[in-house]
């Protein structure tokens, strides 16, 4: 079974300032997608970027970059120039390519401050 | 593009009743669509991968009888709580996936309350 673990239970940053939330994973596949899903109070899973494990260029999306190192099966999730909309908790999720069911961490919430 | 409905948002039933979710892909075709429970301040912990035309797939732990589960066409699914009790009280989100994308699109979620 795969297995996502988020150490960051909270986190806060100023706005307009750089944010880093990490996410390590394990599992024996060799191929896989990972994904961060952003969670506002409103509840709405939001997928904020996807990365497949095939490919070594980290994703990239406006303000939101991810640092993927497949040998160390991590894959943090970059914010910058954090804005006040960014403040919800924050999944990080494991897809296996056979059945595509999504494994996530236990999240990370995130507050940006004026 | 990629837009997921759910209804009801929220409902307030009964023990011993039963209530039924839809959850429905609105430009797209969903071949595949899963149903997760969240309880407060928790992940997302997913009960049933369910495919059109199939039986659904469900997790270990999660009764089938229970919770029963519909993939009728492309873009409806439904998810039954039978009987429900007040432990069954939680935020069930369904998502979606289109076909070629292997990414998985989340409804609003529907907060069920049983008294």
């Known amino acids: 079974a795969q297995t996502v673990t988020q150490s960051q239970p909270e986190m806060s940053v100023q706005e307009a300032e750089t944010v880093t939330l990490s996410c390590t994973y394990d599992t024996s596949e060799n191929n896989y997608y990972l994904f961060w899903y952003k969670q506002p109070p409103s509840r709405q899973m939001i997928l904020v970027i996807r990365?497949?494990?095939?490919?070594?260029q980290n994703a990239t999306e406006n303000r939101f970059s991810v640092n993927f190192q497949k040998a160390a099966k991590s894959f943090s999730l970059k914010i910058s120039d954090s804005q006040l909309g960014d403040t919800a908790m924050y999944f990080c999720?494991?897809?296996?390519?056979?059945?595509?069911?999504?494994?996530f961490g236990k999240g990370t919430s995130l507050l940006v401050t004026p | 593009g990629a837009v997921v409905s759910q209804h009801p948002s929220r409902v307030i039933c009964k023990s011993g009743t039963s209530v039924k979710i839809e959850c429905r892909s609105l430009?797209?075709?969903?071949?595949?669509m899963f149903w997760y429970r969240q309880f407060p301040k928790q992940s997302l912990m997913l009960m049933a991968t369910s495919n059109e035309g199939s039986k659904a797939t469900y997790e270990q732990g999660v009764e089938k009888d229970k919770f029963l589960i519909n993939h009728a066409s492309l873009t409806l699914s439904t998810l039954t709580v039978t009987s429900a009790h007040p432990e069954d009280s939680s935020f069930y989100i369904c998502?979606?996936?289109?076909?070629?994308?292997?990414?998985?699109?989340f409804g609003p979620g529907t907060r069920l309350l049983v008294l």
């Open positions: 998502s979606a996936m289109t076909g070629g994308e292997e990414t998985q699109y």
């Open positions: 999720a494991f897809m296996k390519l056979s059945g595509y069911a999504l494994n």
């Open positions: 990365q497949e494990a095939y490919k070594q």
């Open positions: 430009d797209f075709q969903a071949t595949t």
